[in-house]
Every structure is written in C-alpha cells, then in structure tokens.
C-alpha cells in the first residue's frame, strides 16, 4: 500500500527572515533544532543546491527493540532568503519509510516572518493500517519547528501570538 498526503503548518517568528535563513543554513544552528530522535546521532550538512544533509541515530522506545534511524536529503532549491525546496527520505531499519518534498516559504512581515511548511509526503511502508503515519509525521514536524523557535530566541523570553 502506498499512501500520498500534503499537510502545512505556517508559524510566526519574532525575527527577520534572514535570521531564520541562517537557522537552515548554518549547520552549527541547525543541529540545535535540527535532530533525530534517539542517542548516538550523527549528522553531515552541505546547504546548498545539490547538497543534503544525512543524519543516523538509534532509538530505543518503552518496550520496543532500538531501531535504526536515517535522514537523507537533497535540496532543489534555495531561493535567495524566501525559499527552500528539498526532498528527503525518512529510512528505519534499514527500510524506506517516506519520502517527501517540502517548500519552506518565508515572508517577511511587520514583526518577524512568517513561515509557511509545506510537506507532500508518499508513505512506502505504512505502520500498521497506516492511519497514524500522517498524525506521527506532522507531530515530528511540529516539534522540529518548536526547536526551530528556540534555536532563534537564545535568552530572550518566549512570546505567545495568536
């Protein structure tokens, strides 16, 4: 069974885009909002059109034996300060789990920027009925960008916006 879906969370950020720009593309930022689940990880970053990135980590969760866990991606586009298009391949085991195209628009705005995360995923192998695979991904996606807001603010305090 192969299953395609397509999900965006838009988020504001208290900086300029530029700064948010740098937090893809400076790998010393990156790996502090930027990381796999589990221990022993280990990540290669190459920002630029033909470059990726490949990330390894074992996780061990409640119950279940340590799984294998690898990240490999391949960006298409890098559009001045406003644009990120990559595609990556989502592997455990040893076994394709995803892939996905995501686009990453950034927009400047009064106050900081808005980023827009568009994510049209294909699911290779589902778990189980695969009913929960689009729930796990955009969960996943949603804490990367948490991690993401915390990697722009050092010290300063978080503010809410709705």
């Not at 920027?113 to 778990?127: I, N």
Request: net charge neutral.
């Amino acid at each position: 069974m192969v299953r395609h879906d397509t999900f965006t969370i838009s988020r504001h950020l208290d900086v300029p885009p530029g700064e948010v720009f740098r937090a893809f593309a400076d790998t010393t930022i990156r790996q502090r909002w930027f990381r796999l689940p589990g221990s022993g990880a280990s990540y290669e970053h190459d920002f630029r059109v033909g470059g990726g990135e490949t990330a390894r980590s074992t996780f061990t969760g409640l119950d279940t034996a340590p799984e294998r866990l690898a990240y490999r991606s391949r960006y298409i586009d890098i559009a001045g300060t406003h644009r990120i298009v990559y595609g990556y391949e989502a592997v455990v085991d040893d076994e394709l789990r995803w892939t996905s195209l995501v686009t990453v628009r950034l927009d400047a705005e009064a106050d900081g920027t808005r980023l827009d995360w568009t994510e049209q995923v294909t699911f290779v192998k589902c778990t189980g009925d695969g009913s929960a695979d689009l729930a796990h991904l955009r969960g996943g996606s949603v804490l990367r960008l948490n991690g993401l807001d915390a990697a722009l603010r050092p010290g300063r305090p978080r503010q809410h916006r709705r």
